[in-house]
């Protein structure tokens, strides 16, 4: 099974900073893999596809890049309304896999 | 509307069954891929299930194989997911999640229902 490795674990920053959350996956996936918000009580809602698609709706301030093993989601400039968890999920191969979560939080 | 609604969960003794339901409307399931996603109090998102279009193809996470079965009946437009030989740690809320076609991300979910395990 393919281990998707998630950092860091938390992070607190103030409003209009830059994020940075990084996945490692244990093998190739080549750009299959998704991130992911959600909100306490909430369903996930998806961010990204294919590594670096921004979904329809998504604001622009939120990005992904990466291939293979190496991948990072950013937030460009932190907003209050991005407070939440995110995920990241290998599709490459089934089962498929989260990461562990990043919480963010404002400084 | 778009919208997939869980149902079916509740308090179980442990080593009992329960069968969720995951009711599609505003669009087709059959033309979908479907999982079953959870997330225990506190933690995670931990994907347990996977079910393909026509039944072809289904897969679980290690923690619940043999245990837990993913269907579908898109007469219905329905998904589910019988689940046995409960444990206290399968106490969690549980999604059900369309797949994006082609591109394979998981791309919509519903609300989810909440199993408590417990005696």
């Known amino acids: 099974d393919i281990q998707m490795t998630q950092s860091p674990s938390s992070l607190s920053a103030s409003v209009g900073n830059r994020v940075n959350i990084t996945c490692q996956a244990s093998e190739d996936i080549s750009k299959y893999l998704s991130w992911y918000q959600q909100k306490p009580g909430k369903a996930p809602n998806l961010l990204i596809y294919d590594a670096s698609n921004l979904e329809t709706g998504v604001p622009s301030r939120f990005s992904g890049s990466g291939s293979g093993t190496d991948f990072t989601f950013t937030i460009s400039s932190l907003q209050p309304e991005d407070i939440a968890t995110y995920y990241c999920q290998q599709y490459d191969n089934l089962p498929r896999t989260f990461g562990q979560g990043t919480k963010v939080e404002l400084k | 509307d778009v919208l997939l609604v869980e149902s079916g969960g509740g308090l179980m003794q442990p080593g009992g069954s329960l069968r969720l339901s995951c009711t599609a409307s505003g669009f087709t399931l059959s033309m979908y891929d479907m999982n079953w996603v959870r997330q225990a109090p506190g933690k995670g998102l931990e994907w347990i299930s996977y079910i393909s279009t026509t039944s072809r193809t289904v897969d679980y996470a290690d923690s619940v194989k043999g245990r837990f079965t993913i269907s579908r009946d898109d007469a219905k437009n329905s998904l589910f997911l019988q689940m046995d030989s409960l444990r206290d740690e399968d106490t969690a809320v549980y999604f059900c999640?369309?797949?994006?076609?082609?591109?394979?991300?998981?791309?919509?979910w519903g609300l989810g229902t909440l199993v408590t395990v417990s005696s």
């Open positions: 999640a369309r797949d994006t076609p082609v591109v394979g991300a998981t791309s919509f």
